[in-house]
């Protein structure tokens, strides 16, 4: 049975008011300040009715403290008074109350007017709470796309700063295939949990499809600020959500523009930051980048790495004696150098595995247009082939550098050689293999 709580002191106030409602409701009494807060504490009611005429206890007390503690906004409030004043009577509406009762009481009137506040506002919280379900996630609690862009549109509108964050899962097809859809869904519910945890408390956070999220940070233009919370967000999304087994990491790539100075609309973030993610997922993934002029040009794939890579610093480290992270730590990587240009012990650390490239008609100064070719193609093999064990690679000028599963070295390796050999030998390059 649904309760009622009255909170009133006058003997024959409280009788008129069970006498009206102890047929249909559960009711409460509070005579004093205390009780009625009390009773507010631990229960949740259909009605609460607080009595404002002379003699009884602080009603206006009770009241400020259901506005405090925002108990005014999820259970209907009534105020009973002995007198007509129009002022008042203002006030209290203002305040969030749902009707006014005034003595002498009608007992037919009465009783139909609580009911008729007591099924208005259950019929408007159930309004409510069918919006709120209209904007959410129902795998993750968060907003969906259709909440996080009405959102988004409304902070856009207020002209404050703000950055666009468009954050994509590294191979959760791979995860679903090998570890079942059970797997991804917990691994989405755990990157939901530490965009929550790592991004402003004010910020949107939304899951709008299987892989992909998307964040907006109010009130924040400052770039390094931004990146701040994109690289706790994915240190921590390294070591907080693992797979079953923890053989290989969870990762994320993520593109960033910043509201409005590089788009002043919705459509336009979205695009731009888009634009970045891709560029991320298209040069080793696990990484985050600010969205620049050249992300919107068909020239997409191709360039120098600009991404800011979280791991690379960790890959780099020697291993001996360090605990780097827990996906260093738990797959036994190792780092692997792809090299365009001939073998020199100067120049790359022999004790690595190296994929060795020579071009033979010119070992001492390989082609340029040749060596650009090759690094496009490579990216684009790893990417689209999804070659077991290789987790992350960093590109920069002549030198591509992987980090790689130990136990897929020389088989990995061995099948980059085998499905990229047609290439090579259309170009006159040899590939050599080097695990010393």
């Known amino acids: 049975m649904e309760k009622v709580l009255l909170c009133i002191k006058d003997y024959q106030t409280i009788r008129a008011f069970s006498s009206f409602l102890s047929d249909d409701y559960e009711v409460d009494v509070?005579?004093?300040?205390?009780?009625?807060?009390?009773?507010?504490?631990?229960?949740?009611?259909?009605?609460?009715?607080?009595?404002?005429?002379?003699l009884s206890f602080n009603g206006q007390s009770v009241l400020d403290y259901m506005q405090k503690s925002n108990q005014i906004?999820?259970?209907?409030?009534?105020?009973?008074?002995?007198?007509?004043?129009?002022?008042?009577?203002?006030?209290?509406?203002?305040?969030?109350?749902?009707?006014?009762?005034?003595?002498?009481?009608?007992?037919?009137?009465?009783?139909?007017?609580i009911q008729n506040v007591i099924t208005i506002f259950t019929l408007k919280k159930n309004v409510s709470d069918y919006e709120q379900k209209l904007v959410t996630d129902p795998l993750t609690g968060l907003l969906n796309r259709d909440g996080f862009e009405s959102n988004v549109r409304k902070a856009i509108k207020s002209k404050e700063p703000g950055a666009f964050?468009?954050?994509?899962?590294?191979?959760?097809?791979?995860?679903?295939?090998?570890?079942?859809?059970?797997?991804?869904?917990?691994?989405?519910?755990?990157?939901?949990?530490?965009?929550?945890?790592?991004?402003?408390?004010?910020?949107?956070?939304?899951?709008?499809?299987?892989?992909?999220?998307?964040?907006?940070?109010?009130?924040?233009?400052?770039?390094?600020?931004?990146?701040?919370?994109?690289?706790?967000?994915?240190?921590?999304?390294?070591?907080s959500v693992l797979l079953p087994d923890v053989s290989r990491p969870v990762t994320a790539s993520l593109g960033i523009a910043v509201f409005p100075t590089v788009a002043s609309t919705y459509e336009n973030l979205h695009?731009?930051?888009?634009?970045?993610?891709?560029?991320?997922?298209?040069h080793g993934k696990n990484a985050y980048k600010f969205h620049a002029p050249r992300d919107d040009r068909e020239e997409l794939l191709k360039g120098r790495q600009e991404c800011t890579k979280v791991s690379m610093s960790l890959m780099l480290k020697e291993r001996e004696g360090e605990e780097i992270q827990t996906w260093l730590k738990f797959g036994e990587f190792r780092i692997v150098y792809i090299v365009y240009q001939k073998y020199s012990k100067d120049k790359v650390d022999a004790?690595?595995?190296?994929?060795?490239?020579?071009?033979?008609?010119?070992?001492?100064?390989?082609?340029?247009?040749?060596?650009n070719s090759l690094h496009e193609k490579i990216s684009i093999f790893i990417k689209e082939s999804q070659l077991p064990g290789i987790f992350s690679w960093y590109s920069i000028n002549q030198l591509m550098i992987l980090a790689i599963e130990r136990e897929t070295i020389p088989r990995g390796l061995g099948r980059l050689k085998q499905e990229l050999a047609n290439e090579m030998n259309v170009l006159n390059l040899d590939i050599e293999l080097k695990d010393n």
Do not use: W
Not at 86 to 106: I, S, T, V
Not at 186 to 206: F, R
Not at 351 to 371: A, F, G, H, M, V
């Open 30 to 54: 509070a005579s004093n300040e205390v009780d009625s807060i009390n009773c507010l504490q631990e229960n949740q009611y259909s009605l609460i009715l607080i009595d404002f005429t002379p």
């Open 73 to 113: 906004s999820n259970q209907p409030v009534s105020i009973i008074l002995d007198t007509t004043n129009l002022q008042q009577e203002l006030d209290l509406f203002n305040m969030g109350c749902a009707e006014l009762f005034h003595k002498p009481f009608d007992s037919i009137i009465t009783r139909k007017r």
């Open 165 to 239: 964050i468009m954050c994509d899962l590294d191979g959760l097809k791979f995860i679903n295939d090998n570890y079942t859809h059970q797997v991804g869904d917990n691994i989405i519910q755990g990157v939901g949990k530490t965009l929550t945890k790592t991004m402003p408390k004010d910020s949107l956070i939304a899951h709008v499809s299987g892989d992909e999220f998307c964040v907006y940070i109010n009130n924040e233009k400052d770039e390094k600020v931004i990146a701040s919370y994109c690289e706790n967000f994915q240190k921590t999304l390294l070591s």
């Open 271 to 282: 695009s731009k930051a888009d634009h970045a993610m891709l560029y991320v997922k298209n």
């Open 351 to 371: 004790r690595k595995c190296q994929l060795n490239i020579i071009d033979k008609t010119n070992p001492e100064n390989p082609d340029p247009k040749k060596i």
